[in-house]
Every structure is written in structure tokens, then in C-alpha cells.
């Protein structure tokens, strides 16, 4: 099964809220990624959050990392309908870690 | 900025074809891959080159081949095209071997077997 899984698999909310996506993952990790891909284009790196890190911030993105939990979350503030997008979580494994593993990807949609 | 090229946005092919998907990467990066994204699925490594005319073995890499013979262009190779090989084929480029780095994405090929 797939190292990276996110949750919820969609999410639809009103452009100016908030919106919440959840990464958890199996093996210990040496750091996390979050993606996005806009649809019908490739994927586009959005943040990198290392394993002994706990917290990171991208202009309205903050992204949270709990090791003990093996999970992660994407917080993205004041949504815009632009933010409509499948958001995908990658994980570096500790061991024989040269491959990145991604979940399937949450779709969000914001209405305008 | 960076650039990871594929050559197709759209392709149609037929049962049996040898199939050739190019990418082209101009950002001098050691390290590129081709994965496949189905629905529900996520993506999934097929082949992945640390150097050229070195290659390796993803998590699915039966019916495919790659090539690597110059530091810029990664080909994926359908040698015999199936119906179940239909999917969205993403190339990437990476900095660093060990992980830690971003993953830069060309734009995707659809391919449809028919």
C-alpha cells in the first residue's frame, strides 16, 4: 500500500476559508513534501518540511509534521478559487531513501 | 526557472505499438524519473536514472524500458502498447539523489491505447 495517504480524498469549501489536508505515512521518514497539480498539468512543489522540523509557513500555506504520529498536515488560509487543486503529500523513507513515495492526492475545490 | 519538457500533451496509439514518450529536462539534474498517475492511485515510479546510461527499476516497470544517452533526455518505451497502459505519464527531474529536494514535473503525456 501506498506510504503517503491523504485525507479527506475531496473537500469543497467557499473561497475565504480555510482549508485542512491530512498526510499519514507508514515508515520513518527523512522529510515530507506537499504538492500541487492544477488539472490536466504536472505536479508543482509547494513546501519541504525535514523530519526534525515541526512546523513550516509559505505565505498562506502552513504546514504541520507529527513523527510521532507519522502524519502531516496542509493548512492553506483564505482560500481563493485559484487554490482549486489536487494536493499531493511525498515522503523520503529513512532507509534506501533515494525514492519519494506520493499518496493519491486530495482534490479541493473553492467556490467563488 | 526550471523546465522538464515532454514532447506530447496528447497521444493515441494502438494495441501492440512500440510506443516512445520523450522528456527533456533543462535544468543539468543528475536524476530523472517517469511515473504513471491513475485515478485513486497516485503516482507510481516505473523507472528512475541517476546518471546517464544508468537506470533502474520502479515500483511497475513491466512492459516499459527507458533510455538515458544524454543527461537531458529521459525516453520512456511502451515496447509492445497495451490497453492497460492507458494513463497519464509524468516526467520529473531531481537535484539531489539522496531525497530532500523538490521534484520538478514536466506537464504530463495522456496516452490512450486503443
Known amino acids: 500500500s501506498q506510504q503517503g495517504e491523504e485525507d479527506p480524498q475531496a473537500l469543497s469549501i467557499q473561497e475565504g476559508e480555510n482549508a485542512t489536508m491530512n498526510c499519514s505515512y507508514k515508515t520513518s521518514i527523512n522529510n515530507l513534501q506537499w504538492y500541487r497539480q492544477n488539472s490536466g498539468r504536472g505536479l508543482v512543489h509547494l513546501i519541504l518540511i525535514r523530519s526534525n522540523e515541526r512546523e513550516k509557513h509559505s505565505g498562506r500555506l502552513r504546514v504541520t509534521l507529527d513523527t510521532s504520529k507519522k502524519s502531516s498536515s496542509l493548512l492553506i488560509t483564505a482560500s481563493r478559487a485559484a487554490d482549486t487543486a489536487s494536493y499531493f503529500c511525498?515522503?523520503?523513507?529513512?532507509?534506501?531513501?533515494?525514492?519519494?513515495?506520493f499518496g493519491a492526492g486530495t482534490r479541493l475545490f473553492v467556490k467563488a | 526557472d526550471v523546465k522538464v519538457t515532454q514532447s506530447s500533451r496528447y497521444l493515441v496509439k494502438r494495441t501492440g505499438e512500440k510506443v516512445f514518450l520523450e522528456c527533456v529536462q533543462d535544468m543539468d539534474h543528475e536524476n530523472m524519473f517517469w511515473y504513471r498517475q491513475d485515478p485513486g492511485l497516485g503516482l507510481r515510479l516505473i523507472y528512475f536514472?541517476?546518471?546517464?546510461?544508468?537506470?533502474e527499476k520502479g515500483d511497475i516497470p513491466e512492459g516499459y524500458s527507458v533510455s538515458r544517452e544524454k543527461k537531458e533526455r529521459f525516453s520512456l518505451i511502451l515496447e509492445s502498447a497495451s490497453t492497460n497502459q492507458t494513463s497519464m505519464y509524468l516526467c520529473a527531474g531531481c537535484r539531489d539523489r539522496g531525497g530532500g529536494q523538490p521534484q520538478h514535473f514536466g506537464d504530463g503525456t495522456r496516452l490512450s491505447i486503443l
Open positions: 536514472s541517476y546518471d546517464v546510461k544508468m537506470k
Open positions: 511525498a515522503t523520503d523513507a529513512r532507509t534506501g531513501g533515494f525514492k519519494t513515495i
